[in-house]
Structures are given as structure tokens and as C-alpha cells.
């Protein structure tokens, strides 16, 4: 597995790659609102904190993006789910970014167990996303 920091000739690609775990994972999401999400990723300043991308045969097919010690994003291509890519990235977040919280989407409850089996713990809950929607978020940190 081939884990190095993003650069802008990786920008669709990572967009792509979130589209497809988005669809795959989020399905409390309406198509609507995946456009709406979509358009954010997308011009998203992904300089602006730490984002790595895995690779598999030089395809991308995963990244994290750690900003302080929070995970703001880790989306895998749904054809490498199972496979521990995302355990991977969650664990070079942990050690090499020092990631120590992630916002969980409450209905995502694959994400929530996975955050859970590496000792993640809910310390706060919102009834709303960062964008005001109604969205539920759970507050998640190393315990």
C-alpha cells in the first residue's frame, strides 16, 4: 500500500473516490444533498491541512485529512471496502498526524462502530451537521 500527501493533480480523483463512498455508506443522504456535499468537496483548499492519499496499482483509492488532531475526512473507494485500507489510513492519522477526534454522522453506523473499534468513545452529539443541516453528528475522541 502506497500512503503520500495530496497534491492538486489528485483533486478529481479524491473527488471521485468520496462521491462513491458517499454513495455507498451515507444512505440517509438524499441524492440532493450528495450534490450539495459534492459541490463543497470540490473546492474545498485541500493545502490547507494534512491530507494523504493511498494508492493501489498508482489508482487512488482512499485518503484522510487531518486538521489539528481531528479527522475531517476518510473515504475509501466502496471496491477496497473490507480489505484494511481504511484501518490503514485511520492508523497513519493516529500515529503519523496525531489525529486524536472525528465528527461521525449518527446514521452512518458502520462508521460509528469503526471509529468504536479503535477506541474512539461519543462525547457529544449535535442535532445538526456543519453545514446547519439535520444531520445528526457524533463527537468522537480517543479514549
Known amino acids: 500500500m502506497k500512503i503520500q500527501k495530496y497534491r492538486e493533480e489528485h483533486r478529481n480523483s479524491l473527488v471521485e473516490v468520496w ?3 458517499v ?6 443522504l438524499k441524492p440532493s444533498d450528495i450534490d450539495y ?4 468537496v470540490k473546492d474545498i483548499d485541500f493545502q490547507s491541512f494534512q491530507v494523504y492519499c493511498s494508492f ?3 489508482k487512488l483509492n482512499g485518503f484522510i485529512g487531518v486538521a489539528e488532531n ?3 475526512m476518510l473515504f475509501i473507494d466502496p471496491h477496497f471496502f473490507g480489505k484494511g485500507w481504511g484501518k490503514t489510513l485511520l492508523k497513519f492519522g493516529l500515529e503519523k498526524l496525531n489525529a486524536t477526534e472525528v465528527d461521525v454522522n449518527e446514521d452512518n453506523g458502520k462508521a460509528v462502530e469503526f471509529y468504536s473499534k479503535f477506541g474512539f468513545i461519543t462525547y457529544d452529539r449535535t442535532e445538526k451537521d456543519s453545514q446547519g443541516k439535520d444531520f445528526p453528528i457524533l463527537k468522537m475522541k480517543l479514549h
Open 70 to 72: 481531528k479527522i475531517e
Open 56 to 58: 493501489h496499482e498508482e
Open 37 to 40: 456535499f459534492k459541490g463543497i
Open 19 to 21: 462521491e462513491k463512498s
Open 23 to 28: 454513495r455507498a455508506t451515507h444512505h440517509f
